[in-house]
């Protein structure tokens, strides 16, 4: 086993980080998102902070200028930052999106933007996967580009590419060789990095949609947009193969992310039970409400055993598919159930805006759905691990 595997830590690891990332969140309290959300605002100052202090380029190399960190540490900075109350997911992606350019693309690349990335200049912030009609079946994906000469011209569209408005390079995934002449449908996929800034208006156009949480997502329509060969990552059609790399490091990110939640319910809803007083005594003294926030608590430290242990297999460098995958489908419930309790806590309460419980667990509910659903998890469970038929 490796070192990674056996310095397995339990209780608060990164001490240090830990403490530097609330610093940071304290200045950003229920207020700053509650007003954010009114306005469909993008939380611009607080990203710019994570990113000057080094955070959102924690996995980058300390030779591209980043922190070379592991990604058990990018996983708790994200943590931390939902256990304070804040919103991870709005800068998240850069964190998992640049370890495609970084494992796949070319070393001029990696030197021309990776260093503009850790350093804030550049943000990196949007992928393009999702499409409207094929939606967790991507090798269906429609969005084509074709190669004229040292161009790729790209025709389609993606849906719920989130912070494109808020990001000046976007990572996209086209089909460059139709699927009807390629043996496998995972095969003739290419990933190619597209410059939001330059080609605004003149074959690319960005359309926010209203969503349930504030999450600044988009539909990004592509019209002959022509991008530069040398933007395409890697080998043209192996796109498939590099973005299922930076998958399991996203379920891996975001599962801890939703314990960030889920330890920030935990918080609120046993301040709240222990100081509520209704019946003549604190409300936490009744077992209908202390049993439902115990209970979230002992699934959520289950669901953080397993997303150490899926990101000790990805630091150590080992098969972490199925871990990465029930990290994200055990945390994403284990908040859920935090929320609920929450909610079911404040009672009436949780109800105002200024509690702010209503808005965690609007935003708490992504995590089953996004990055892949419950169902797409199981499925994997059942078919990768246990040997069971393809339902797809
Ligand atoms: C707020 C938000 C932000 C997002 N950000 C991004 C982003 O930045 N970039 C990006 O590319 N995508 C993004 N997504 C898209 C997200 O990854 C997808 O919504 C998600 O993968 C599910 O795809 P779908 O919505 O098309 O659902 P569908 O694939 O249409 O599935 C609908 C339901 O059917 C179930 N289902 C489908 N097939 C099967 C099967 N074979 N067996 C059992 N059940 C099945 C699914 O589990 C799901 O519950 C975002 C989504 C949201 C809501």
């Known amino acids: ?29 229920g207020p700053y998102w509650q007003k954010l959300e009114e306005t469909d605002g993008y939380p611009t100052a607080f990203v710019d902070e994570l990113t000057a202090a080094g955070f959102l380029g924690a996995l980058i190399p300390e030779e591209y200028g980043g922190s070379g960190l592991p990604l058990r540490a990018a996983a708790v900075i994200l943590e931390e930052i939902n256990a304070s109350g804040c919103v991870a997911s709005q800068g998240h992606a850069q964190m998992y999106i ?37 939606g967790s079946d991507t090798t269906k994906l429609k969005t084509r580009a074709v190669r004229d000469g040292d161009h790729y011209v790209v025709t389609g569209q993606k849906v719920w590419t989130s912070r494109a408005l808020h990001s000046d390079m976007m990572l996209l995934l086209a089909r460059t060789t139709p699927a009807d002449q390629v043996a496998k449908r995972t095969e003739g996929l290419s990933v190619f990095l597209v410059d939001l800034r330059e080609h605004r ?5 960005i359309r926010p949609i209203k969503a349930m949480i504030n999450h600044n997502t988009t539909e990004v329509f592509f019209d002959n947009l022509r991008v530069p060969a040398e933007n395409l990552i890697g080998e043209e059609g192996r796109g498939f193969r590099y973005i299922l790399d930076g998958m399991n490091a996203e379920r891996i990110l975001v599962a801890t992310e939703a314990l960030g939640d889920g330890r920030w319910f935990i918080r609120k809803a046993t301040q709240y039970a222990n100081d509520r007083v209704v019946f003549g005594r604190p409300i936490g003294a009744n077992q209908g ?18 997303c150490r242990r899926a990101a000790a297999l990805f630091d150590a460098g080992r098969d972490c598919g199925a871990d990465a995958n029930i990290a994200k489908l ?46 797409l998890v199981l499925a994997y469970v059942g078919q990768h691990v246990l040997g069971m038929p393809r339902s797809y």
């Open 98 to 134: 640049m370890g495609t350019l970084l494992r796949h693309g070319s070393e001029e690349q990696k030197r021309r933007y990776l260093p503009e990335i850790a350093a804030g200049r550049l943000r990196l912030q949007a992928f393009g996967v999702t499409e409207p009609t094929s």
């Open 1 to 29: 086993m490796s070192d990674a595997l056996t310095t397995l830590e339990i209780g608060e690891d990164y001490p240090e980080l830990r403490e530097s990332v609330r610093r940071i969140c304290a200045g950003y309290p």
């Open 289 to 306: 409400v202390q049993f439902p926030i115990a209970r979230a608590w002992a699934e959520l430290e289950a669901a953080d055993m397993v």
């Open 330 to 375: 055990l945390a994403s419930e284990a908040a859920w159930h935090a929320g609920e309790a929450a909610m079911q806590t404040f009672g009436g309460f949780s109800y105002a805006k200024e509690y702010e419980i209503e808005r965690k667990w609007r935003e708490t509910r992504l995590y089953q759905i996004a990055p892949i659903s419950t169902n």
């Open 201 to 205: 208006g003149q074959g690319l156009e």
